[in-house]
């Protein structure tokens, strides 16, 4: 079946490093890719998505490209803030009726 | 704005109560879902619905019930037979074409055994 497997937190960095957290997919044919964020206490809000091979997502300053051939889909940020500290979720549909499957979430601390 | 709308935020139940939490979408999404997440953890499939008076069984089903009877309505209701119900508790709902589009999550009902 599918599935999506995604580094272990937590991760804690510095202010202004550099961000990767590592997804990696398994299923079959071309699924849609996703990174959710949570805040604590708060539901999951779509950060970015990519629908098909190469796609790069975008958003606040997060990047994520679908790469088939690695079956992966890394978020990365070249510059985090404080306010970045949150949950971070994968996740893969594979355009059936079944629902999305979501890694386990990494958790980002970032201190000042 | 549309948007999904759980209520209450906190809830709090007596051992052996049954409790509903509401779930309200006016996206006109044709599908909804409950998740659970325990601190610290991903999330769990409850049940979800693809359409009005139709309904699955996720992972963890046992001790939870839900309705389906109004497309922007999806309540679940968690009875006595779950055993360890404290939890945070995650509604969400998706078009048709999911795979485009993802899921939109309500703000979530954090649930407390007392």
């Known amino acids: 079946g599918n599935s999506v497997t995604q580094m272990e937190g937590p991760v804690t960095l510095s202010e202004e490093a550099f961000l990767t957290i590592n997804c990696t997919y398994t299923?079959?044919?071309?699924?849609?890719l996703f990174w959710y964020v949570q805040y604590p206490g708060e539901g999951l809000q779509l950060l970015l998505k990519?629908?098909?091979?190469?796609d790069k997502g975008s958003n606040k300053g997060f990047e994520a490209t679908y790469r088939k051939e690695t079956t992966s889909f890394h978020l990365e940020k070249g510059s985090v803030q404080v306010s970045d500290s949150a949950v971070y979720f994968c996740?893969?549909?594979?355009?059936?009726?079944?629902?999305?499957?979501f890694g386990k979430g990494t958790r980002l601390s970032v201190i000042a | 704005d549309g948007g999904i709308t759980q209520s209450p935020k906190y809830l709090f139940r007596k051992e052996g109560q049954n409790v509903t939490l509401s779930c309200e979408q006016n996206?006109?999404?044709?599908?909804m879902y409950w998740y659970r997440q325990d601190p610290g953890q991903g999330l769990r499939l409850i049940y979800y619905?693809?359409?009005?008076?139709?309904?699955q069984k996720g992972d963890i089903a046992e001790g939870y019930s839900v309705s389906r009877e109004k497309k922007e309505s999806f309540p679940l209701t968690v009875t006595s037979a779950q055993k360890n119900p404290t939890a945070f508790y995650l509604c969400?709902?998706?078009?048709?074409?999911?795979?485009?589009?993802?899921?939109?999550f309500g703000s979530g009902t954090r649930l407390t055994v007392v």
């Open positions: 969400a709902s998706s078009a048709r074409d999911r795979g485009s589009y993802g899921y939109t």
């Open positions: 299923a079959t044919g071309y699924p849609s």
């Open positions: 990519a629908t098909k091979a190469d």
């Open positions: 996740a893969l549909s594979d355009r059936g009726n079944t629902p999305l499957v």
């Open positions: 996206l006109n999404h044709d599908a």
């Open positions: 619905s693809q359409i009005v008076n139709d309904f």
